[in-house]
């Protein structure tokens, strides 16, 4: 079942005598976390934003009813999440909260060979961990490994061909 609320960032800090907190971004980046209007506290509360900025890798918030340097230090350390209703994805791309925990499977036999455990953004492009019987092997999610994604049956498509032997056990 999907998150409606996904963690997006943590307020590290204030900003500033007006009450604005410094937020580290834990999505795609600042600028993505800056567009939006509201965000939520970890009971599902909307902060309505009043303006944000990117200052460096961090996002500069102002919400609505926070107006001093003490009441936005009352916020330090809170994690703010965004509604995922409130974002559109592009085609064949996916939140990575949506790909934890699918099975990674073979395009041509069907055989399983793990849960993604883990998604590391590396900027050229995306690595999959998976992990089975406590090992963890790493693919890259490229085209030409990862075949497809498939949200409603739990699991991704990987071609093994390409990676030749990753999977096999060593004697």
Known sequence: MKKQFLEAGKIVGVH???????IDP???GPEFLSRFKR??????NEMKVRRARV??????VKF???????????MKG????IDRCDVRLPEDV???????GLKAVDVD????????????QTGANDVYQISRDGKDYLIPKIPEVVTSVNLEDGTVQINTKIIGGLFEDEN
């Open 26 to 28: 834990w999505c795609d």
């Open 16 to 22: 500033g005598l007006q009450g604005e907190v410094r």
């Open 55 to 60: 200052h460096k890798n961090i996002v500069i």
């Open 109 to 120: 036999s069907g055989k399983e060979y793990g849960t993604v455990t883990q998604v590391y």
């Open 78 to 81: 809170q994690i703010v999440y």
């Open 64 to 74: 609505a009813g926070v107006d001093t340097p003490e009441q936005a230090q009352a």
């Open 39 to 44: 965000l939520f506290d970890r009971d599902q």
């Open 94 to 100: 996916y939140f990575v909260q949506d790909i934890l």
